[in-house]
């Protein structure tokens, strides 16, 4: 198993070359931006935007964009320090499977608490890792809060719950499909088997995605879905 993190720099780069054409304009005046974050609805009757409309996309591309510099840095930096830890040790294949299902989970818990709100950022995935990390760290026994990850999730939450610039439905529904999928790859290492790993989260990311999109179209402004305001995602 190589120790070299070869799917943590491919997702780093991948989330910086976003960043930097995120602004870009495509059809209609768009930007990449607006084109590709999350939104479950707009609560705006009359406009057909987000994965209530068929724009699925919207469940992946959001989290590869960030609101600025900073926004990109912190999570960057996260997912450096976590894939150098976790990616070794669970293996490449099975780190991306993780990334993944925290992916849609993070979306899924975003358009649960704000479905009219743009929300960007890969801080979903990134705390999925976390979850999948502390998994892993309990059944070796390594004790999680010396480590500094439970000082670090516990920080990332306290700022989650105060701020209402940042995705608290993002975050906590990244933690727990990390948590949920580093439970799938405990069961399927005790049967030594990466097709199961594999089929558990692809199995665990549809489960997301098809709750997203359900939850985005129960959202539809007229059509019983909540009003909330728009906010900045995180």
């Known amino acids: 198993m190589s120790d070299v993190p070869r799917v943590t720099y491919g997702l780093i780069a ?6 930097l054409i995120e602004k870009t304009h495509i059809g209609g005046g768009e930007t990449l931006y607006a084109r590709g974050a999350l939104l479950g609805s707009p609560e705006i009757p009359g406009i057909e935007q987000g994965v209530a409309y068929g724009q699925w996309w919207r469940l992946v591309s959001g989290g590869f964009l960030h609101a600025n510099l900073l926004h990109i840095g912190m999570n960057m930096l996260i997912l450096y320090w ?24 993070g979306a899924l818990g975003a358009l649960v608490l704000t479905p009219h ?19 892993e760290m309990r059944s070796r026994n390594v004790p999680v809060m010396e480590s500094g990850l439970g000082a670090l999730i516990l920080i990332n939450l306290l700022f989650s719950f105060a701020s209402s610039g940042i995705s608290l439905g993002g975050h906590v529904g990244g933690l727990i499909g990390g948590a949920l999928a580093g439970l799938v790859l405990q069961l399927a290492d005790r049967r030594r088997s990466l097709a199961l790993a594999l089929a558990g989260c692809l199995a665990l990311s549809g489960a997301f995605a098809v709750s997203s999109v359900l939850i985005a179209r129960s959202s539809k402004v007229g059509a019983g879905g909540e009003q909330q305001i728009f906010i900045p995602g995180g």
Do not use: D, H, K, Q
């Open 14 to 19: 991948v989330n910086v070359v976003a960043y």
């Open 82 to 105: 976590l894939g150098r830890m976790l990616e070794p040790a669970i293996g490449s294949v099975r780190f991306a499977a993780v990334y993944v299902a925290s992916l849609f989970a």
């Open 117 to 135: 709100a743009f929300t960007v950022g890969a801080s979903g995935a990134v705390f999925g890792l976390a979850g999948c990390a502390v998994v």
